[in-house]
């Protein structure tokens, strides 16, 4: 089995908002789907490493924020991958509740009052729906990693980690100046909305610890190991009143 490689998909300039390729010898694996109406732009990058929709083994939809799920049925359609999620976000994933958001300082309040992330999107169920601590070897799609549950971000927030220590995060960490930043990359930070900071810490340490050195994300970087490890550390000195948020 060839080593993988990891090719950032723009959906938003600056690395606003990204989603990610996992490419090696037997295709793809898609990591997060965009905002609504991003295949078009997916396509364009499949297209630039010689690959298109139908060499996609697996869509792994990291939470259910519609910047990460917004096209995930139609990709589905196209590309005849099943879709990989967890059960904590299913219900989100299927429209029949509404997302509460918990903003983590002024942008994140700033952002909710434009609506935007209360955008629908075409609900679905996935294939692959993960329970509690349940990790789903990627062996089957012909790459060396699983995809394991994450929470902190969402209840159902879920991580792609690779043998070659690279590990796919979703929102679980963010970095650079506003949404993904268009300055800082190099240095972490909390994404706009995140459910529980405290947990946050914990799967980032987690992470830490199972050997993960290399992290990319759905708001700017990648970012190195030592940087997530000063972040985790911050979340954890964190303070009651610093963890008060406003949720709605």
């Known amino acids: 089995m060839s080593l993988p490689q990891i090719i950032r998909i723009p959906i938003l300039p600056f690395g606003m908002v990204n989603c990610h390729l996992i490419t090696g010898e037997n295709g793809c694996i898609l990591v997060d789907a965009g905002l609504p109406g991003s295949e078009s732009k997916i396509e ?9 929709f139908q060499d996609i083994k697996l869509i792994v ?13 139609r990709l589905r359609e196209l590309s005849g991958a099943p879709i990989v999620g967890h059960e904590g976000d299913a219900e ?31 609900p679905f169920r996935p294939d692959i ?32 980690q ?12 963010a970095s650079g100046i506003l949404l993904g930043g268009i300055a800082r990359t190099k240095n972490a930070m909390r994404p706009p909305f995140e459910d ?5 810490a914990i799967e980032l340490q987690r992470l830490i610890d199972s050997g993960m050195e ?21 979340l954890r000195a964190l303070t009651k009143n610093e963890i008060v948020q406003k949720c709605c």
């Open 92 to 122: 989100y994933y299927s429209q029949k509740k509404m997302m509460t958001f918990c903003s983590t300082g002024w942008f994140g309040r700033l952002f909710l009052r434009t609506g935007l992330i209360f955008q629908p999107y075409t």
């Open 214 to 234: 290399r992290f990319y994300m759905g708001h700017g970087g990648p970012l190195n190991v030592n940087e997530v490890k000063r972040h985790a550390q911050n």
């Open 44 to 52: 364009r990058v499949l297209r630039r490493h010689q690959l298109s």
């Open 196 to 200: 529980d900071p405290q947990t946050v």
């Open 129 to 160: 729906l993960l329970s509690n601590d349940e990790i789903l070897n990627l062996e089957r799609f012909g790459f060396p990693g699983v995809v394991r549950h994450s929470p902190g971000h969402t209840a159902g927030s879920i991580s792609v």
């Open 61 to 73: 939809v990291t939470h259910a924020h519609v910047d990460h799920a917004g096209s995930a049925a």
């Open 162 to 173: 690779l043998t070659t220590r690279d590990v796919m995060v979703g929102d679980l960490i």
